[in-house]
């Protein structure tokens, strides 16, 4: 990777740290900031040269095509310290891939590797103390870009904004989750932007899962817009399911999204020696494997939660709780793939990245 050196970002030091004030054993996730942020804005058809300088607001003006078109993509990806104090970024690579290929379905510029991926190491160099040791313990990162150009008129604007800022977080364990699969609603159809972290596609789900949380639950599994009958995501991550000892997860296409977490699950699986079968799952096999037991595991992969449980789901208003079980093959999946992140085990994939 070509880093940026120094010279070729404008460094401004916030005058005082934060960092003291933090309760860092209890964060919400992503409400609280580091002291820095990046920012670099792209006009006259090119990029100019990065800044990194004290987190604060900005302005922007009323037409900025961002609040009217929605013209904004983001990144979710973490960093993690070892033993050692060492701090290391996950298949770093990965996510600056999958921003780019944003950036050209929403028709917005592509960012450079030495400002994503270079800017990153940068920041990350100045923030090192907000990384905190210990399993569970990491720096949620959030690069992002918005379209920032003037005007009303409905069309890509010329100016966009790349930005990079930086959240404490514990682990995340988003308590019992039971989940509706969509009979109605849809995240994603063929053709649209369902692939792209797009910031449209997450404001889209808000209201049917607002719904499901009237119903009693947390999450929506997301089925296929044309059918309803294969089973796609699981709220804002991608889900496995287990059937007896076969793992099982929807291969990508235009509306599943290509989780890094997602494919390093499947990765770890073959590894690891278990059955794991990347093809669509039908809503009616679920059901048909609650009802006769073989059913054992459901899971949703992302980087914020890593693996997140699911209880039980809901279809047709007819609800079917999983069986508890001894040894889940999430829980195992999820343990080895953090003693990677956080240096524990040894990395024969070569996925991590040492700042
Ligand atoms: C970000 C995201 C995921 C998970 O991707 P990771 O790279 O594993 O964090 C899955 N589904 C959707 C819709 C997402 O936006």
Redesign the pocket.
Known sequence: MDSITPNEIDIVRASSSKINEIDFENLAFGNIFTDHMLMCDFRDGKWQKPTIKPYEPFLLDPSAKVFHYGQAIFE?MKAYKDESDDVWLFRPD??FRRFNASAKRMAMPEVPEDIFLGGLHEILKIEKEWVRKGKGNTLYIRPFMIAIGTGVIAAPSTQYRFMIILSPAKSYYSGEVKVIIAEHFS?AANGGIGAA?AAG?YSAQFYPTKLANDKGFQQIIWTDDATHTKLE?AG???VFFRINDTLFTAPTSERI?D????KSIISLAEREGIDIQVRSVLVAELVEAAKNGSLKEIFG????AVVNPIVGFSYQDEYFELPKIENSVALKLKDKLTNIQYKLEEDTFGWTVKI
């Not at 992969?301 to 914020?304: I, L």
């Open positions: 979710g990965e996510n995240r972290k596609n995501e804002t991550m991608n999204l989780g890094v977490t997602r992969a992302g980087t914020a």
